[in-house]
């Protein structure tokens, strides 16, 4: 069940502040396992653990807001379909849409973030070269990837989170305990079944001129079925900690507020 149902959902708005916070657990957590990702996906693998916090701060203060949008979007769309549809089924369908609401704000903090973490520079000096060389334009490289990627990558996250937290309540754990293990599993499930779509993001972006059906070519061509599935183990063992870490922070910061506010 989606957290706090049972007694009562709290307000939306609370989501744009949970998922805010759980942006900053998921990403002080994750960014490490992230840098190594994007280097194995983009061959760039001189210095593979080198400065494994590059790009973080372009996250820190991005991630938040867009952890908060899909949070919130994710919310609104659950409670507003029909109740009775089975909760994976809205779990999806709402997580389909919190991948649509995020890609505007996804598409440049990816893009500062994947540049930074290649050249081992910080997020600032990714950004301000992308906006000289490029403009707007550069920010938004590889944006129709990412149009892409997100809906059924979001689709599958909050359809296997409504699933384990189902399972998870039945089995009698304590809603904490339950948000940080169903929040894992969800990350394992998305990354597992939308990886492919995910390294051609990051190469789209990572790659300035390449269109969007050139580096599927590429992919396919220089490195097999196996280039789709580069960077995949880092990314599995960042999926469970990292999300859980972000479900954990929704949670705490749920709680606080019910109790507060």
């Known amino acids: ?4 149902e049972k007694k009562g959902e709290p307000p939306v708005w609370r989501a744009v502040l949970s998922g805010s916070v759980g942006g900053v657990f998921g990403t002080a957590v994750g960014h490490p396992f992230e840098s190594v990702k994007v280097r194995l996906q983009t061959g760039q ?9 590059a790009g973080v701060a372009s996250p820190l203060v991005a991630v938040p807001p867009i952890w908060a949008l899909a949070y919130f979007s994710y919310k609104g ?3 507003a379909l029909p109740q009775e549809w089975t909760q994976t089924n809205r779990g999806m369908i709402a997580g389909a849409a919190s991948g649509i609401f995020s890609v505007i704000f996804k598409t440049p903090v990816d893009t500062i973030k994947i540049i930074a973490q290649n050249t081992h520079t910080s997020a600032t000096n990714a950004a301000r070269t992308l906006w000289q060389t490029e403009g707007l334009r550069g920010l938004y490289r ?5 149009m892409v990627h997100m809906p059924p990558s ?3 996250f909050f359809g296997a989170y409504e699933v384990a937290q189902q399972h998870l309540e039945k089995q009698g754990i304590d809603f904490v305990t339950r948000a940080f293990i169903a929040g894992g599993i969800a990350g394992l499930v998305e990354w597992s079944t939308c990886f492919p779509t995910d390294v051609v993001k990051t190469n ?6 390449m269109k969007y059906l050139e580096v599927w070519k590429h992919i396919y061509r220089t490195n097999g079925i196996r280039g789709f ?29 019910q109790r507060y506010f």
């Open 1 to 4: 069940m989606v957290d706090g």
């Open 45 to 53: 693998t001189q210095n593979l653990f080198r400065n494994l916090y």
């Open 77 to 79: 769309t659950y409670k």
């Open 142 to 146: 590889g944006n129709l990837a990412t």
């Open 154 to 156: 979001q689709a599958a």
């Open 204 to 209: 789209c972006q990572a790659k300035p001129g």
């Open 229 to 257: 599935y580069k960077g995949y183990l880092p990314t599995v063992l960042r999926a469970f900690p990292a999300n859980g870490a972000g479900f954990l922070g929704i949670e705490l910061a749920n709680a606080a507020m």
